[in-house]
């Protein structure tokens, strides 16, 4: 049997698809599966490249606005509030 013939982890598509799909309800798991990726987890197996590398392309997006709303939303009591001039 080779080393590839063997299935992939998290019902058989691999850590990097199953954080993929699963990260559009916990976020989080594309934090982990970009760690991962960068970690060179796929050096492991390199079918699981190209799910990592889908979810830290997702990441980047979804951590930018969460950054972005961050710091442009003033922290006030009361939540933060919207001024529109007229």
């Given at each position: 049997m080779g080393m590839f013939d063997k299935p992939l982890p998290c019902f058989g598509c691999g850590i990097g698809w199953f954080s993929l799909l699963l990260g559009f309800v916990f976020p989080l798991m594309w934090y982990y599966a970009t760690i991962l990726y960068?970690?060179?987890?796929?050096?492991?197996?390199?079918?699981?490249?190209?799910?990592?590398?889908?979810?830290?392309?997702?990441?980047?997006?979804?951590?930018?606005?969460?950054?972005?709303?961050?710091?442009?939303?003033?922290?006030?009591?009361?939540?933060?509030?919207?001024?529109v001039e007229f």
């Open positions: 960068f970690g060179n987890y796929y050096q492991r197996d390199p079918r699981e490249r190209a799910g990592l590398a889908a979810s830290a392309i997702a990441f980047l997006p979804v951590h930018s606005v969460s950054l972005l709303l961050l710091r442009v939303l003033p922290r006030t009591k009361g939540g933060p509030r919207i001024y």
